[in-house]
């Protein structure tokens, strides 16, 4: 469908005081916010800055550094009025909160209010920003959509998604992150989801949590934000999601493969690395040929679907749009230069999608070698090091070439691989340099090569040496 152009929010210093429950303590009211910025580097006319108070930095150091950018309004907790005596009446406003990121949220939550349509949240240990953007590409065969831009899933990222949805948004696809206890709950509250789906519960963050059934009850407070007549969208080929329900007055609806969800998939084959399946609710029976790699993004894509159908949006209108869905940056993105095919799979990674990388590059037909270089998982808790060995031995079922392995833990993902039988070859590296050289000296044209680490391990500056980042 052609879409509306948007128009962006605009609001008065004073009535954004109002809403984040505050009061201006200098300067002018009337100044008028078209954007919330938390960067100061990037704040300018016509911003609200807010500062954050972080670990290393708090922000409030900037505020005079932003207002002499003009930006027409900020966020203060640690100013008072005989502070700002000498501020000019006509000048940028500052506006007193308890506490800048309470003030923040407060303020997503006013704008929130302010938009009657139905928001879809998405969280879950892995593939919360893939199923985001299929669900978004699903929805866009009938609805204009808003979806959470790059990764502001946080506590201070999703409040400034609700300052951008606009008056011509049909529906919103919001992805809702969480590192921490409590964190999902305050966010929830924030964009009042009206319905949700919870991916899967993994091991991601299980340091900060303990154990995947803590990781479950703090994923399942996303209703905290549900009024009743919501729907619960769950994986019901993951074994902790199978088992569970919504909380009263909320509806659960299972998707996947097995026989227990209401949205499943059924016949699902491979061609070139792409699944093709076809998507079943009741008497529905509609043919699906996704265009990005891996079977893993069958589940994705049955909940885009289930999504959408719940959404009023007929599953074979929506399986249209999602088919058109490409992927985006560093997301399992398929590249072919001077005859080498690239996988590059480096925003992230966990056991879970490490795996469904090595899937992926088991999938891409025609290939004479297959080659793994893969870095270390982050945030994995006390067993970090036999999550990585577990990678290394899923390759004998899986098998690799060539393994080059970039960073302390990733060597026992090589450990797990040697001792399995899982590579033909196997290499350990310390720096990105080095291993740069030495695939230039190894790779050759038939050959098949994924990328796939942790963003801070910063592989992707790496992959992109080997193919055009803009085809």
């Known amino acids: ?28 009211g009337e100044k008028k916010v078209g954007r919330i910025v938390l960067d100061s580097r990037k704040a300018g006319e016509g911003d609200l800055f807010v500062p954050i108070i972080g670990e290393k930095v708090d922000a409030h150091r900037f505020l005079r550094q932003v207002c002499e950018a003009g930006a027409a309004a900020v966020f203060t907790s ?60 699903a929805l866009e065969a009938g609805f204009q959509v808003y979806k959470t831009p790059g990764n502001s899933n946080s506590q201070v990222g999703v409040p400034i998604t609700m300052w951008d949805i606009a008056p011509e948004d049909e529906i919103a696809v919001i992805e809702l992150g969480m590192s921490e206890p409590g964190e999902l709950t305050k966010i929830a509250k924030v964009a009042r989801p009206t319905m949700a789906v919870i991916t899967n519960i993994g091991i991601a963050h299980i340091e900060q949590l303990g154990s995947r059934e803590n ?6 407070t996303i209703q905290d934000g549900m009024e009743a007549g919501g729907i619960l969208l769950l994986n019901g080929d993951d074994d902790l999601l199978s088992r569970t329900t919504a909380r009263e007055g909320i509806s659960t609806v299972y998707y996947g493969i097995g026989e227990n969800c209401q949205y499943r998939a059924e016949e699902v084959s491979m061609e070139d690395g792409r699944a093709v399946f076809t998507a079943v609710h009741g008497d529905k029976r509609v043919p699906v040929r996704l265009q990005v790699p891996g ?99 899923y390759m004998k079922d899986h098998p690799v070439d ?62 992109e040496q080997f193919y055009d980042p803009e085809e």
């Open 1 to 28: 469908m052609k879409k509306k152009e948007r128009t962006g929010r605009v609001m008065t210093a004073g009535e954004i005081a109002a809403a984040a429950g505050g009061r201006i303590l200098a300067g002018d």
């Open 78 to 137: 640690e100013h008072k009025e005989e502070d700002l005596a000498g501020e000019p009446a006509d000048g940028t406003a500052w506006i007193q909160v308890d506490d800048t990121r309470d003030g923040l949220q407060r303020l997503g939550a006013w704008c929130r209010s302010q938009r009657s349509i139905p928001v879809v949240g998405v969280t879950g240990s892995v593939g919360k920003t893939t199923t985001r953007e299929m669900i978004a590409a």
């Open 215 to 220: 990781i479950l009850k703090e994923k399942l």
């Open 295 to 393: 079977r893993h993004n069958v589940l994705n894509a049955i909940a885009a679907l289930a999504v959408a159908e719940e959404s009023g949006l007929p599953m074979e209108e929506a399986a249209v749009t999602l088919e058109r869905f490409h992927g985006f940056k560093h997301r399992q993105q398929i590249f072919e230069k001077d005859g080498v095919t690239v996988v590059d799979d480096t925003y992230n990674a966990s056991p879970v999608s490490m795996k469904a990388g090595l899937d992926v590059l088991e999938t891409v037909g025609g290939r004479k070698r297959r080659i793994a270089v893969l870095a270390d998982m982050k945030e994995l808790g006390e067993n970090t090091k036999a999550f990585h060995y577990e990678v290394g031995a």
């Open 402 to 463: 060539l393994l080059f392995t970039l960073g302390d833990l990733a060597r026992e993902i090589a450990r797990g691989a040697r001792e399995n039988g899982g590579a033909g070859q196997i290499e350990e590296f310390s720096g990105k340099g080095e291993l740069a050289g030495r695939l230039r000296q190894v790779l050759r044209p038939g050959d098949c090569v994924l990328f796939k680490g942790s963003n801070s391990m910063g592989l992707a500056e790496l992959a």
